[in-house]
T-cell receptor
Framework: EPEVTQTPSHQVTQMGQEVILRCVPI?????FYWYRQILGQKVEFLVS????????KSEIFDDQFSVERPDGSNFTLKIRSTKLEDSAMYFC?????????????FGEGSWLTVV | DQQVKQNSPSLSVQEGRISILNCDYT??????FLWYKKYPAEGPTFLIS?????DKNEDGRFTVFLNKSAKHLSLHIVPSQPGDSAVYFC???????????FGGGTRVLVKP
């Protein structure tokens, strides 16, 4: 079964450092997403991406965050200057279409620890 | 943000019995509802979904019921199996797009 893959599975970084989380969405999918889950809290939407541009973003997704699809397969989330409160599990997701009813599939997550 | 709420943080059920998980929402624009299952340190795995034009959807041991007037949905798992032990998230999206709003999750423990 096709799946969304994410790297790294776990990263520890110093506060203020830049971090790039990588994702390979399912190959025929057109819509890509990043969500995150802070320990003990809900899974929260960060951003959606289609046709090489952001289609929607949450208020969490401020200027410190950016996304990119550098080639035909990867989708990245960059945090420019990490803060302690950025420590969370970050999930990449993708869906085939944006028609209502189309399922969003999630990757295994990248656990980011900011120290 | 309490647009999607799962009021029971945990549920314990005997193997073979029915598990019933509940979810309430407040946003009347939500048009599509999903249930995801999540194991520790893994991503959410899609289980079953329902659109607002239906009141029931069934897939094997999983059935989702939607009561739009009450803004309530439930997931029934029958019979429950030990492998079903996980955290279950309810999620909803508006007709305009696929951004998912998640509930807080219900941890299910199925005892052998």
């Amino acid at each position: 079964e096709p799946e969304v893959t994410q790297t790294p599975s776990h990263q520890v970084t110093q506060m203020g450092q830049e971090v790039i989380l990588r994702c390979v969405p399912i190959s025929n999918h057109l819509y890509f997403y990043w969500y995150r889950q802070i320990l003990g809290q809900k899974v929260e939407f960060l951003v959606s991406f289609y046709n090489n541009e952001i289609s929607e973003k949450s208020e969490i997704f401020d200027d410190q965050f950016s996304v990119e699809r550098p080639d035909g397969s990867n989708f990245t989330l960059k945090i420019r200057s990490t803060k302690l409160e950025d420590s969370a599990m970050y999930f990449c997701a993708s869906s085939e279409d944006r028609v209502i009813g189309n399922t969003i599939y999630f990757g295994e997550g990248s656990w980011l620890t900011v120290v | 943000d309490q647009q999607v709420k799962q009021n029971s943080p945990s549920l314990s059920v005997q193997e073979g019995r029915i598990s019933i998980l509940n979810c309430d929402y407040t946003n009347s624009m939500f048009d599509y509802f999903l249930w995801y299952k999540k194991y520790p340190a893994e991503g959410p795995t899609f289980l079953i979904s329902i659109s607002s034009i239906k009141d029931k959807n069934e897939d094997g041991r999983f059935t989702v019921f939607l009561n739009k007037s009450a803004k309530h949905l439930s997931l029934h798992i029958v019979p429950s199996q030990p492998g079903d032990s996980a955290v279950y998230f309810c999620a909803a999206s508006e007709a305009a797009g696929n951004k998912l709003t998640f509930g807080g999750g219900t941890r299910v423990l199925v005892k052998p």
